[in-house]
T-cell receptor
Framework: AQTVTQSQPEMSVQEAETVTLSCTYD???????LFWYKQPPSRQMILVIR??????QNATENRFSVNFQKAAKSFSLKISDSQLGDTAMYFCAFRSWGKLQFGAGTQVVVTP | GAVVSQHPSRVICKSGTSVKIECRSLDFQATTMFWYRQFPKQSLMLMAT?????????EQGVEKDKFLINHASLTLSTLTVTSAHPEDSSFYIC?????????????FGQGTRLTVV
């Protein structure tokens, strides 16, 4: 069974600064996908970024980038130039055969 | 991205009654839909996976007679909470995947806050 671990319950960052969220996972699969989802106070789940395990290049989406270390089973998310609208719960997720497995989440609070 | 509509967004029902939650994919066909439950300040817990035209697959510990799932078409799945009790109060979220295959992402509905009084 796969497990996804997010060890940081809450992170605080000032506007325009950078914050990095950690995520580790455990799997015996070789082909899989990793995701970061954002859940703002509205509770709508929003896909932030995705990474295919077979790709060595780290995914980037505007201010969001990942550091994917397959051998270490690590998948961290970096938010650059943080904005107030980035305040949300962030979930790391793993998918191999259809089902998404979520981590416990990290609450990110961006302060002025 | 694709749109998944979940209805209602909030519902209050009396103990012992049943309540139905709908999940619709508006601009794509979803072979597979997923139902999650989320308690306050916790992660999403997968309840069941439904495939169009077949019986849902429930996760361990989820009562299939309590949480009835129907996926009658490629654009609609429903979750019915039967004989609801206060402990069923929670936030329920659906997601749907496009027909495209393994490498396509799932899109989420807005969620339904169920309160059983």
């Amino acid at each position: 069974a796969q497990t996804v671990t997010q060890s940081q319950p809450e992170m605080s960052v000032q506007e325009a600064e950078t914050v990095t969220l950690s995520c580790t996972y455990d799997t015996s699969e070789n082909n899989y996908y990793l995701f970061w989802y954002k859940q703002p106070p509205s509770r709508q789940m929003i896909l932030v970024i995705r990474q295919e395990a077979y790709k060595q290049q780290n995914a980037t989406e505007n201010r969001f980038s990942v550091n994917f270390q397959k051998a270490a089973k690590s998948f961290s998310l970096k938010i650059s130039d943080s904005q107030l609208g980035d305040t949300a719960m962030y979930f790391c997720a793993f998918r191999s055969w259809g089902k998404l497995q979520f981590g416990a989440g990290t609450q990110v609070v961006v302060t002025p | 991205g694709a749109v998944v509509s979940q209805h209602p967004s909030r519902v209050i029902c009396k103990s012992g009654t049943s309540v139905k939650i709908e999940c619709r994919s508006l601009d794509f066909q979803a072979t597979t839909m997923f139902w999650y439950r989320q308690f306050p300040k916790q992660s999403l817990m997968l309840m069941a996976t439904s495939n169009e035209g077949s019986k849902a697959t429930y996760e361990q510990g989820v009562e299939k007679d309590k949480f009835l799932i129907n996926h009658a078409s490629l654009t609609l799945s429903t979750l019915t909470v039967t004989s609801a009790h206060p402990e069923d109060s929670s936030f329920y979220i659906c997601s749907a995947r496009d027909l495209g295959g393994e490498n396509t992402e799932a899109f989420f509905g807005q969620g339904t806050r169920l309160t059983v009084v």
